[in-house]
């Protein structure tokens, strides 16, 4: 199983970034799949998820400017962030939730991490 981040950066604040994040080796239409980021110093908290039936939930500091979404057909899914804010700044990680061919049980599966920063 791999899931691979791309599309982080260096951007000013109010500018926008898109990641992406491709998933090989897992059931993609069953995975519950979310981005979660860690700053220096601060606990990991979860950005988005977007479920198998493509429900979305986000946390409060970013609702009305991330989007999460997913493309079955790609095995692909992503996270638009508009009006981007110095607080955004760390390091975002895709996350699956989710089973092999074969599996019965899920579990947690990580991406290596995408460095997002953002100057005001």
């Known amino acids: 199983v791999q899931l691979v981040e791309s599309g982080g950066g260096s951007v000013q604040a109010g500018r926008s970034l898109t990641l992406s994040c491709s998933v090989s080796g897992l059931i993609f239409s069953d995975a519950d799949l979310g981005w979660y980021r860690q700053a220096p110093g601060k606990e990991r908290e979860l950005v988005a998820s977007?479920?198998?039936?493509?429900?979305?939930n986000y946390a409060d500091s970013v609702k009305g400017r991330f989007t999460a979404s997913r493309e079955y057909y790609k095995k692909e899914f992503y996270l638009r962030m508009n009006r981007l804010e110095p607080g955004d700044t760390a390091v975002y990680l895709c996350?699956?939730?989710?089973?092999?061919?074969?599996?019965?049980?899920?579990?947690?599966?990580w991406g290596q991490g995408t460095q997002v920063t953002v100057s005001s």
């Open positions: 996350h699956a939730f989710g089973r092999r061919p074969g599996q019965i049980n899920r579990i947690n599966y």
């Open positions: 977007i479920s198998g039936s493509g429900d979305t």
